[in-house]
């Protein structure tokens, strides 16, 4: 249903001829901080609402067509919590929401009935049906990341060197590894990263001389691929294990010079295809690039292939507006309290095929156990061998 | 009975106040309630505006008009100013959040945490040069933002600290009282800049601003004065900071750095630093601008870019066209409208004063060298009270050495000053015509009228019944300086349009209005034409006459010969000669100093 849906999205009728009243759907992330991050997010986000315009948003009678507005958050929980307040002003319908400063913006939201879909962090606290009923999340949560990597990287009797960097990316991770590792022995160091540092050698060698075998760096993107050179270019050839930030294009941009280095580089994120098979990511991979074109990397691999990056995250906004259109048509009105209680209700068949919804109690939208394991070879990154879940994966194609 | 008396004198003083509101009172008081007034309303009127942001940008808008008292007032230009705004959003958030103190109280906490800061810094700038203040501000700036997000713990990291709703006076904390606050924060840090540059130390800091030197030799505590109003601005920052925070509900370092006083420097700027509502204009002008760009459609990234882009290409322009800002511009270019030509002032002269004390001083043994140097060698000086004393000698001989060391300002290496008496009262002139130009002539001579408390920021800005009496006295003695010298009628001139001969009286005027005992003057007729070397001489003459001991360093000899009782002749930092007039004139080392040898 949603390959056809994709189709009719991709193929069909053009978004111009969609009428009605328009209905603004801001996207709060980080366009200036991390520019792929808050790039993908509105990409999906906006393809979400061309899906939902093109095939007619309905509610009591009257049309209605959705509009993304980008507002950059800077990384700032300040930045993002005005962006909030420019939502409300604005008479937004919904905030779709890398994450950082809900723990501030989600009263405000939440004063003007404004549901809130957290599509890239993961952090524990963010989500809480009970104390916070308008926010919800697609996207893998630190709990079920965090406890997967612990599960996957134990039974290797490494070392583990855990590192963090001070965002609140790495600061929520911290929490999660915490409890994930927590009384674990194999955990021989745990060093804090500065996050806008550039180098952090002397946390590395830090590292090195607690006896790591291995390291988990829990961190922005710039902040992983520091680690990686300082390790690599000290000769220090350990395993090197991530969130799903490890896949972030702009690792492989820092590195391109030392391909090598990247190799071996272990992430977790949430699985991509689902158990119905790869049809629908990949035709939902299909409108994203016909869209706005294949997410190239900006390096090559060996054989002088561009590298593609799937579009992973932008899946999670993709399927975030689309729950979101199906509430309000649930509800029969476009916001409020109608529509955030028909949250809890609704579900629609994602992009990839899994089913997305929340309910009173849950307001996840990515189940702990949909983490999977990726590893990078040549600029590429593969489902790990050494995990059933991972190992059942199909590989997903990243070059052209 | 003694709360009665209490009550009568609160009484007494409320109703003097308001008197003294009402005879200070002009249009542009009238013009400004009204606006105040009007901007209070906003709430009530059926306008789609985001309450919230106009909050925000008036709360940077008092931080604005905050800068502006150290920058415009100070002279002190600040570009971290964002640091003290930092210091109290920060010092409150963590009361709040940390300490679940009351909103009231945690506020109270960041404003005196953001003064003290503001005080320490203040205390070194004030001894710095301009160009070493913006350096040294600037740092400051980089390293709160450092600190802060170099510990997570005290700033929250970067998910920040996160304040729950605050209430003030059991009202809750709603966009509307934040708007209302904001525009009570604006109106009161203008009405602060108001009084304090009005009162005697914002105006020996104006003074200050424009000749450092000359403010100081007519005793004005500069370093003192400038540490205080750094403190006031960063109060102020920290209060528009602390309640930023609120606004926001979250402490963010990110939101703290460098641009922040960087965004708040060009807001002052734009606006000018030297009118009160300067900063609050620049604010306006910079919120606008994000507005308009807002309007065109772009995103939030593009649209930033385009601000950006947009306040560098106004900064620029504005620099470039109109150098003081927008506010001080308006204003000159009205007065220019009404005329601004030196303007000619009569010359009618008032009795100077009787000195109750006349006092003489003597100097023996005064030595100081500047490296290789020697400028005074063993110089001996009796300075008898109530006399002109001059001290002649060709250039280079150490006269003004020898003038600097007697009023203190140059310590001398070896030897002694003493004065009779136990009263301070030493005054210099300066060798330049060393006006403050952009202050009138009662201004000017209000740098040196010193009211019975000193210059005190604090008690100024408060208005206490004690300030204002000091402040009228001090007035009071400005004014008569000014007609001792025949300035009377040209009280509200601004000295740069009065013509040279009345700046150099005005400059002497400045040195009268501290009431000295001993006046030392430098070269007072320097530039002078012949009728104004007259008027100077019978100027001089009758402050003697009224007891005021005078030391002359003077080229002129016509103007020696005429007014001094005894003079000193110096040559390479030596005493040559020393007696009357007639004496000097004869003596063979003088003539040789003078004219390379004996007169045959």
């Known amino acids: ?400 | 009975m003694a709360g009665t008396a209490a009550l009568v004198q609160t009484r007494n003083a409320v109703v003097e106040a308001a008197h003294e509101a009402r005879v200070g009172w002009n249009r542009r008081a009238t013009a400004a309630v009204v606006v105040l007034a009007l901007a209070a309303l906003v709430p009530a009127l059926p306008l789609d505006v985001s309450l919230d942001g106009l909050a925000a940008d008036l709360y940077l808008g008092a931080a604005a008009v905050g800068l502006g008292m150290i920058v415009g007032l100070g002279g002190m230009p600040s570009l971290g100013h964002g640091a003290f705004v930092a210091i109290g959003a920060f010092g409150t958030a963590l009361l709040s959040d940390r300490l679940d103190w009351p909103t009231e109280a945690a506020l109270v906490g960041g404003v005196v945490v953001a003064a003290i800061a503001g005080a320490a810094v203040g205390t070194v700038a004030g001894f710095l040069r301009p160009a070493l203040v913006a350096v040294v501000s600037w740092l400051i700036a980089w390293l709160v933002f450092l600190g802060l997000a170099a510990f997570p713990s005290v700033s929250g990291g970067s998910q920040g600290l996160i304040l729950e709703e605050g209430t003030v006076v059991g009202l809750r904390l709603s966009a509307t009282l934040h708007y209302e606050l904001g525009v009570a924060l604006a109106a009161l840090a203008l009405l602060v800049f108001v009084v304090l540059s009005r009162s005697p130390a914002g105006v020996a800091l104006a003074a200050a601003r424009q000749n450092r030197a000359a403010a100081e030799g007519l005793g004005a505590p500069v370093a003192r004065l400038r540490a205080a109003v750094f403190a006031l601005g960063a109060g102020i920052g920290g209060l528009a900071g602390g309640l930023a925070v609120y606004l926001a509900g979250v402490a963010d370092a990110a939101a703290y750095g460098p641009l922040l006083s960087a965004k708040l420097f060009i807001a002052v700027v734009l606006g000018g630093a030297v009118a009160p509502a300067g900063g609050l204009v620049g604010v306006a002008v910079l919120a606008a601008l994000s507005r308009l760009v807002e309007l065109g459609g772009l995103d939030s990234v593009q649209a930033a870019r385009v601000e950006a882009l947009l306040v560098a290409v106004i900064v620029l322009a504005a620099l470039g066209t109109i150098e003081r800002g927008l506010l001080p511009s308006l204003t000159d270019w009205r007065r220019r409208r009404r005329g601004g030509e030196p303007r000619e002032v009569a010359a009618a002269r008032h009795e100077p004063p009787i000195v109750d004390a006349p006092a003489s001083v003597r100097g023996r043994g005064l030595t100081k060298r500047f490296g290789s140097v020697t400028a005074l060698e063993d110089v001996d000086l009796d300075i008898q009270a109530a006399t002109v004393h001059a001290l002649i000698g060709p250039n280079g001989s150490g006269k003004t050495t020898a003038l600097a060391v007697l009023a203190g300002a140059v310590a001398p290496d070896a030897g002694t000053v003493a004065m009779s008496g136990h009263e301070p009262g030493v005054v210099r002139t300066l060798q330049a015509t060393a006006v403050f130009p952009e202050l009138t002539a009662l201004e000017n001579a209000l740098v040196g009228a010193r009211p019975g408390l000193g210059h005190r920021v604090a008690r100024a800005v408060l208005a206490t019944p004690k300030a204002r009496a000091d402040a009228r006295a001090a007035r009071a003695g400005a004014q008569s300086a000014l007609d001792v010298v025949g300035l009377g009628a040209a009280a509200d001139v601004r000295a740069h349009e009065l013509p040279g001969s009345a700046q150099r009286r005005l400059m002497i005027a400045s040195a009268l209005a501290t009431r000295p005992r001993v006046l030392l003057l430098d070269e007072p007729t320097a530039g002078a034409g012949y009728s104004e070397v007259d008027l100077l001489a019978d100027l001089i003459r009758d402050l003697r006459s009224s007891g005021l001991t005078i030391v002359l360093v003077e080229h002129n000899l016509r103007l020696v010969r005429r007014v001094a009782d005894r003079i000193t002749v110096l040559e390479a930092g030596r005493v040559i000669a020393d007696g009357t007039i007639d004496e000097v004139v004869e003596n063979e080392a003088v003539l040789k100093a003078y004219l390379g040898g004996p007169r045959n």
């Open chain 1, 1 to 400: 249903m949603v390959a056809a849906l994709l189709a009719g999205g991709c193929g069909g009728s053009d978004e111009s001829e969609a009428t009605g009243k328009p209905l603004t759907i801001y996207v709060n992330a980080p366009f200036s901080g991390t520019p792929f991050v808050g790039e993908t997010i509105a990409r999906g986000a906006e393809l979400g609402a061309h899906i939902v315009n093109n095939r007619g948003l309905n509610v009591g009678g009257e049309a209605y067509v959705l509009k993304v507005k980008r507002a950059d958050n800077r990384l700032s929980p300040q930045s993002a919590v005005a962006n909030v307040r420019r939502a409300v002003d604005d008479d937004a319908v919904a905030v779709v929401d890398e994450g950082t400063g809900v723990d501030a913006s989600w009263r405000i939201a939440a004063d003007a009935k404004l549901p809130v879909g957290i599509t890239y962090q993961g952090g524990i606290g963010l989500v809480d049906p009970e104390s916070r009923p308008n926010v919800f999340r697609v996207a893998p949560n630190d709990h079920g990341l965090a406890f997967r990597l612990a599960e996957y990287i134990i039974p290797k009797r490494l070392k583990i060197a855990l590192l963090v960097d001070d965002s609140g990316y790495g600061q929520e991770g911290k929490k999660a590894l915490g409890q994930a590792f927590k009384g674990e022995e194999s955990v021989v160091a745990r060093i804090d990263l500065p996050a806008a540092a550039t180098d952090v050698a002397p946390q590395v060698l830090r590292a090195r001389r607690a006896g790591a075998t291995a390291v988990l760096v829990w961190a922005q993107a710039p902040v992983i691929a520091a680690t990686i050179t300082a390790a690599r270019s000290a000769g220090w050839d350990v395993p090197i294990y991530t969130p799903p930030s490890g896949a972030d294009p702009l690792i492989r941009q820092q590195l391109s010079g030392h391909p090598d280095w990247l190799d071996g580089l272990t992430f977790a994120s949430g699985r991509m295809t689902s158990e119905v098979g790869t049809s629908p990511f990949f035709t939902f991979v299909q409108s994203f690039e016909a869209a706005y074109g294949p997410q190239r990397v900006g390096v090559q691999t060996a054989d002088g292939s561009d590298v593609i990056q799937p579009p992973e995250y932008a899946m999670y906004a993709f399927d975030f507006v689309r729950v979101l259109a199906a509430a309000m048509e649930a509800a029969g009105a476009v916001r409020g309290e109608a529509v955030i209680r028909a949250l809890n209700r609704v579900t629609i068949a994602g992009a990839n095929g899994d089913e997305r919804g929340f309910n009173l109690v849950n307001h996840e939208g990515v189940i702990d156990d949909d983490v999977y394991f990726a590893r990078f070879r040549d600029m590429t990154f593969a489902p790990v061998e050494d995990d059933l879940l991972s190992a059942s994966l199909p590989n997903v194609e990243q070059t052209r």
